[in-house]
């Protein structure tokens, strides 16, 4: 009997105590502590649901609004000037007049477009026959004109600046706090003044690898179709201009892949590069393909507001006596 009251003593003195602790030690208690579970529902969550609407309205408003429309070419429009026949009368021109065959950079003399044996058309297989047009591709302007208020109220971007130049390291144009994979750097590059606009685009959802200096390959998803059009009114050829290649996919019956060229005119480059390519035949850079206004870094976007080229057309006089009408279209592959 004394060994249980003894023990009932003990345990008395041992639950005084531990409410004691309890009692002086308030701050340590949390209101979950007086649950042994508790249920979570995120669909009662509106913070966390709004949360995630957010991320997936701007990176839809982004990708919709912008890159796509520039991507499958709806953003851009062609304007061609004016026809010039055999090489003699691009040579003539005003412009190659004030030019001349050679452009001084330093102490050396570069041929320039005007030059006939050593510029890019020196490669030009019919000289007398060879139609030369100048082309450019440009942002519309109703999509200028939006993509500011876009930028600005739609997806509430931040205004870096305007940067000279656009073939920055794209690690050295982020901020400290900047989120690969989620934030977005947006440049809109006017290419003839040679400036950049940039924009920074926070929590756009765009999840993409985090290393900014791996280039994107698809960069369009929109053939650009020059067709060729005889007296009759018929497309007599032609050839497409696609994501990675010149193709014959819109001309199977008269393909002129080796005949047509894009070749890329800049105002301050008298004295351009002519590389060959397999796959685009003879070309004055590396910018493929060469009709794309955009250029994808994944987390770093470049939006050209315009790219201006010759269009040549090397065909010998028997089929450019045929020839009644060139026009220049756009397909979309998506």
Not at 3 to 29: E, G, M, P, R, T
Not at 55 to 61: C, M, Q, T
Not at 315 to 332: A, G, H, T
């Amino acid at each position: 009997m004394k060994f249980i009251i003894k023990h009932l003593i003990l345990l008395f003195i041992a639950v005084s105590f531990l409410d004691s602790f309890s009692n002086k030690n308030l701050s340590l208690k949390i209101s979950a502590s007086e649950n042994s579970g508790v249920d979570i529902n995120f669909g009662d969550s509106i913070g966390v649901n709004q949360n995630i609407n957010n991320l997936k309205n701007r990176k839809k408003v982004y990708e919709e609004e912008i890159i796509d429309k520039v991507k499958q070419g709806r953003a851009i429009e062609s304007k061609m000037g004016k026809a010039l026949f055999g090489l003699k009368s691009f040579l003539k021109e005003e412009n190659c007049l004030e030019m001349g065959p050679y452009s001084i950079i330093g102490s050396g003399q570069y041929p320039t477009w005007c030059n006939r044996d050593g510029g890019p058309f020196s490669n030009v297989k019919n000289p007398n026959s060879v139609i030369i047009i100048p082309l450019s591709l440009e942002l519309k302007s109703g999509f200028k004109e939006n993509l500011i208020d876009t930028l600005s109220d739609g997806l509430e971007a931040d205004y870096i600046g305007v940067i000279k130049g656009h073939d920055h390291s794209p690690d050295k144009l982020t901020g400290p706090d900047f989120k690969f994979g989620q934030d977005q750097l947006l440049g809109i590059v006017d290419h003839d003044r040679r400036l950049m606009l940039l924009y920074q685009i926070n929590d756009a959802g765009i999840y993409r690898n985090n290393k900014l200096n791996n280039f994107f390959i698809k960069r369009s998803s929109y053939d650009l179709v020059i067709d060729l059009i005889n007296k009759k009114g018929i497309t007599d050829g032609g050839v497409s201009f696609g994501e990675n290649k010149k193709s014959c996919s819109n001309h199977p019956k008269n393909c002129l892949k080796n005949n047509i060229h894009l070749m890329e005119y800049e105002d301050n480059n008298f004295s351009p590069d002519t590389v060959y390519d397999e796959n685009w035949g003879y070309v004055t850079g590396r910018f493929f393909p060469p009709h794309v206004l955009i250029k994808d870094f994944g987390s770093l976007q470049k939006i050209f507001l315009s790219r201006n080229y010759y269009l040549i057309i090397d065909i010998n006089e028997n089929q450019l006596k045929n020839i009644s009408r060139i026009n220049v279209r756009k397909i979309s592959n998506e």
